[in-house]
């Protein structure tokens, strides 16, 4: 009796499947059940009972899970916005440059290469009530006599935020339109010229509906980025002053890991997931639209 003979193919897939399977399948499924459960960390038997969906329940009711969604919708919306204005200015100017173009690009990549948790320490030091670089600037021009609590204070520690989220990730949406810029055909610019429009015209009807699938293709990828911020924001505050700039993953973090309670914890982080896919297919659905208005696709 011969023993059937496994195909080629799946001989060659088996050790990717594998690895998929102990690295991502696992822990999905195990999260995903443990989400139906009253799991404690430091109290492992609680693993095993079951409580069917009263975490779910209880996040859907919990006023903290949604202040922090709004402070996550929020950051996203102001850091997304601000991000796509820079890096469009940043584009248009590095493309119009002659000499040296291909040292600013290589330049622009900069904030991408650091580590989410040294920008939030870079930053942190640079807003700093003492020895921050701001404070001391803002006092030698004048422009103050005191000390800013940046960090203290929760509407400015949410702004020091935004300002290192954006600092870090302009550059996402400078190289993507960039890309977008240098694919533009150059037929539809000179037959705007000679019709006589202004660069603002041509611009606005011309350049941006170009751009626009680049842009919402960076917005996709930074959108997903936002929504699970969570480096930045635990080096910078810790979530405080008074849970101020507590955001989603930030919340899931400290429920899981300092209360213990990772069941709830998982709870949130699939509601989490679900709200940041639901962001993700909303640009998607703009990219596709704005590819069909381009004749680009179907």
């Known amino acids: 009796m011969t023993r059937a003979k496994l195909p080629p193919w799946l001989v060659l897939l088996m050790p990717a499947v594998i690895i998929l399977a102990a690295v991502v399948l696992i822990p999905l499924l195990l999260s995903l059940y443990s989400s139906f459960t009253a ?6 038997e609680t693993l095993y009972r079951w409580i069917g969906t009263f975490n779910y329940v209880k996040a859907a009711s919990d006023p903290n899970f949604w202040w922090a969604f709004g402070r996550t919708v929020l950051l996203l919306t102001i850091a997304l916005n601000t991000e ?5 200015g940043l584009a248009l100017m590095v493309s119009k440059v002659t000499r040296g173009q291909r040292a600013l690009r290589t330049a622009m990549m900069f904030p991408m290469m650091f580590s989410p948790i040294l920008v939030g320490f870079q930053f942190k ?7 921050g670089l701001v404070n001391n600037a803002l006092q030698s021009l004048g422009l103050t006599d005191v000390a800013i609590p940046w960090l203290v204070d929760g509407q400015l520690a949410l702004f020091a935020i935004i300002c290192a989220e954006i600092w870090t990730s302009t550059s996402v949406f400078a190289i993507l339109i960039l890309a977008g810029l240098f694919s533009i055909p150059q037929d539809p610019l000179e037959a705007a010229k000679v019709d006589g ?26 959108s997903l980025d936002v929504a699970r911020a969570y480096d930045i924001v635990q080096i910078m505050t810790n979530g405080g002053p008074a849970r101020r700039t507590e955001l989603l993953w930030t919340l899931i973090g400290r429920t899981g890991y300092v209360d213990a309670r990772m069941g709830y914890a998982n709870a949130m982080g699939y509601i989490s997931i679900f709200l940041a896919i639901g962001f993700t297919v909303y640009f998607f659905r703009k990219l596709t639209a704005a590819r069909v208005s381009l004749g680009m696709g179907d």
């Open 39 to 44: 799991y404690q960390l430091t109290r492992p």
């Open 84 to 88: 796509m204005l820079l890096g469009l």
């Open 125 to 131: 030091f640079i807003f700093n009530d003492n020895v």
């Open 197 to 222: 429009c202004t660069a603002w015209q041509s611009f606005r009807f011309v350049t941006l509906p170009f751009l626009m699938p680049f842009i919402y293709i960076a917005m996709a990828i930074r």
